[in-house]
Structures are given as C-alpha cells and as structure tokens.
C-alpha cells in the first residue's frame, strides 16, 4: 500500500533543517486564518491579535487562538475608514455566529480621536487601537466563527458601505489566570479512541513560551505508527512508521498549528505527538530537556484487529508507567506518580499501581479475550451457545388451529375453527399471579418468594460445585488401595 | 500493570496461535438444518414461557452456572492435564 502524500512527507528526513524550519513556518502563515497568531505577554496578561481585511459594515472571522475568556477587546482601523465622513463615533461589536456562545455588543457611540470613560474606552489614533472592556463571560473558543461589526455613528444608524475596503486589526487581551503558558502540546486529532473513516484529517495545535525560544530550539515530532499484525510482520522490512512532522523546529514562540488530510489503510493506528527541546540545530534532541510533552492517540480506521488492540494496550501500560497513559489517566497512571522515589513515593499505590489492573484494563482485556481467541473454533460454538442461552429475548409461541366439525346430522359438518393461543394463556396467567397481592406489605408471590427460590438455587449450585472439588461424591471403595500394595 | 501487560502479552500469543481457525459467528447448519436459528427461536420461547413461571427461569439459571462450571474445568484438564485441581 502507499499513501503518497504522507510517504512523501516521511522520505524528507534528509532535508536540511532549515529548510524544514521554513516548511514548519509556512505552514503557520498559511493557516486557515488571514494572518498570524503572535502572542504577546502585557503585565501578565495575554494578548492574542489578529488582522484581517473585511469589507462592508460586518464580516465574520474565525478565532484561531487559545481558547479562552477575553477580558477587552481592542481595534485598531486604518485611516481611510473614515476619510471623507462626517462620523463621530464607532460602535464595535463580537456578536456569536453559528451558535457560539461568546456574544458581546456594547451597542454605545464611541467618540473617534477622544477618551471618553476615562478608563473603559480609549481611542487614540488610527494606529493605536480603540480598547473596549469586557463584561461578562466572552470566551472565544478556537475554531468558532464570530461576526466582527463596526458602525458610526450608532445612534444615526449610518454604517460603513458595502464599498469600503476596511482593515483591521483586533486584539484580545485574554485571561491569563487560567491559561497554561508553558511549552506544551494542547490537543491534537484525531482523536484518542476515536474510529474514522478515510480520508483522515491529522492535526496539531501546540503552544511555545518565548523563554523557550532561546540558544536552544523546540523540536516538534508529529509520528503515526501501524500496528496491525501484517505491518508488526513486515516491520522487519518496511518501517511502520509515517513521519507527518519530524523534527520540525519551532522558530517562533506561541500558537502553532499544523493538519494534513490523506488517505490510509484501514486498520489500527497510534498518533503520537512529542514535542522536545533540541540542539545542535536540532539534529540532538535533549532527552532531559524539560520541554517533554509526548502524547499518544490511539484510533481505528475502518475496523479494528485483534492483535492492533492487544498492541495498544501493551502501549498504555509501558506509557502508563510514565505517567502519560492514553487511557484511563485518573487509575493506573495516577497511582503510578506513588512510585516517583522524588516525588509523594506511597508504596500502597505503587504496588497496587504495579500488580492490580484497572477496571478498563480488565474491561479490555476480557473483549480481546472473547474477541481473539474465545471466538474462534471451536469454542467459538460454546461461546455462541451460551451467548444464544444467557439471552433473554423472547419469541412468540406458536399458535394451535384446530378446525372440529360441530353440530349434529349427516354430511356435510358444520366446521367450528377453535385457536389457541399459549403466549396469551401465559401474559393472562401472569397477570392474574401479581394481581393477587399480599393485604399486610402489599407484595406479590413472585416478590414473597422470589429472593427464596433464588437463594435455594444459588446454594444446590454451590453445593454440587463444592462437592465436585473436594470429590466427597466419590466414595473410597478400597480398590485404589488394593492395587498399591 | 504488570499483571495486566503480562495477561495481554499471553493473549497476543494465544491470539496469535488461534488466529488461524476460523472465527464463529453463529452455529452450524448441518444437512439443512440450521442449529442457530432453531436455538434462537428455543430459547426466545422458552423466555417467553419464562416471564410467568418465574422459578423455572431461576432454576435454569442455576443449570447455566452450572455448565459453566463444568466447561471451565474441561477446559483446564485440557490444558493442564493431569495437574489440573481435582483430578483424579
């Protein structure tokens, strides 16, 4: 099988780094949105910024750029907006658009060339922005589309003309109590557990402090590896690795983004994406480096294979033990940080962590039992029998028709047809049982008695299955004995 | 997590090994007579018959976990042979 596009991708290891330092900047200047994502660090806030040209009183953007609650809003307009009007004010808008649910609109004049409010608006220049403070809860969440509007004056109802050619850039000074600023992997598709269908679409965001831009640069890994059973047997001859990005190195600091779509096989695949500080102009990668963010997806294409989920699991359990499992993060993986001899060492949780398995592994591992082997012949027919006999749906009885020649004298009979109806006898008989109920509690023989028949059930069970162990069924007649001696 | 990573590196192997028999999806139908659709239909009536007579559903229960029991130590003397626990 070959897969063009990301073969293609994985024979550029040889090419320099530069180059790929350039791909790896390309890629972000040619993002879905019109222009850059810088982020800038202002007194411990963030401020995101993006530019855009739209043209007539309202346009709509996509937010790229770290989900999270905005605190103000800035704007900054070009000169010819407002050449040749008579406008006293512009009103700025965020309005949702497509259901998203970051909605803000002042719906207030604001004075051009003048500070009203002293510090809740500030329009200096056409080059320095006009700043509106949010109230409320704006969060913009990357990806979601939003109207950006901007009329003068509101109260005239005038607004720009569809004519008008107006650039602008925004800025959203986000909220930054709640925002992770260090160097690390922030999501990526598709995603874990997940089962698509081609073509698949591999996408990347991360995010890169500026500190961490230093002597030193990040390097980025973006790695798909097949493990299904005939690529584990070929592996020995054709590598089962697919490099989507290999040591691509990030040369600017804040949002990055990547995605590609393609085609490939179906089958099970884990994404694994690292992201690790490198040097020597990215060709050594820093395995202390404290810029280790390596995280793993797992996902079927088409459907799954037996071996491919054993190989997954395998997976989670060696990753677990550093903490970064794919699954089930809060058991296993949790209890393992009691194993760090630097850290909180708990030798309760790390032994449980080590030799008790997780309810999703024990889950896991019984449906690749049932699956692998269980379902195969020939005990794949006891499986299916018990499967058939533990099933409790029901199927209508069959009905009896008789035709009886009734009445007297010779021929011809008179024929009476007379059905019945068992499955009719039995919702009426059963019906009449829970009718006839207990006067004191209120309960039915079935509610009396049934904890009773089942109790007694379980406990002939128990017995005969006791009985067999231990062999008391099976009496000492002595001849056993006899043939030793 | 050992135990685990022990348990799915066996499963690999016996996976790998029984991969090669066909998997079984229904039961047979021999000379025409199809056993899956007739156990189906069996036990879809008998659970009919079951939502009223209650304590047979119970009892048959009871001869399910039963087998069940017998079938898992067929299984061990087949694997363990003589060292199986309880055999004579």
Known sequence: MHYPTLLSISKKRGVTTAFKALIFLGMILVSPFHTHAAVLYTNGDQTHSQSYTFFGPTSTFTYTGPTQQVKSISVEVSNTLFSGGNASGVELQINSAGGHSCLYNDNIDHSLGMTTNGSSLVFYTSTQPLTENVSGDCTLVNGNSYTFAIYFPHGAGQTISSNQDVSANLYFILNSTLLDTTTHIVDFTPEDGASVSNPVTFSIHGYVNPADLGNAVVGIDFTLHNIDQNVLLLGAFSPSDIYILRNTLATTSGDFYYSTTTYIGTGNYRLEASLQRSYLSGWIVNPFSPIDSDMSHQFVVGSSTFIGSIQQNMFNDIFGAHGSASSSPTSTAALLAGCNPLGAFNVVNCTSAMFVPDPVQIQSLVLNFQQGVASHAPWGYVQRLFQIMTSSTTAALPTFTASIPTGPGDKPFVYSTVTFDPGEMLASGGALLDSVRDPVDNKSVRDVFYPWVQGSVALVVLLTIAADVMGSHRHDTGEVKSKKT | ?88
Do not use: C, E
């Open chain 2, 1 to 88: 997590m050992i135990i685990d990573f022990l348990l799915n590196f066996l499963l690999l192997i016996v996976g790998s090994v029984f991969s090669i028999l066909p998997s079984v999806s229904t039961l047979p139908t021999i000379a025409g007579f199809d056993i899956d659709t007739f156990m189906v239909n069996g036990m879809g009536m008998l659970n009919t018959y079951f939502t009223t007579f209650w304590p047979v559903a119970i009892m048959f229960q009871g001869f399910l976990a039963l087998m069940l029991y017998y079938i898992l130590k067929m299984g061990l003397r087949f694997f363990l042979g003589h060292r199986a626990p309880g055999h004579v």
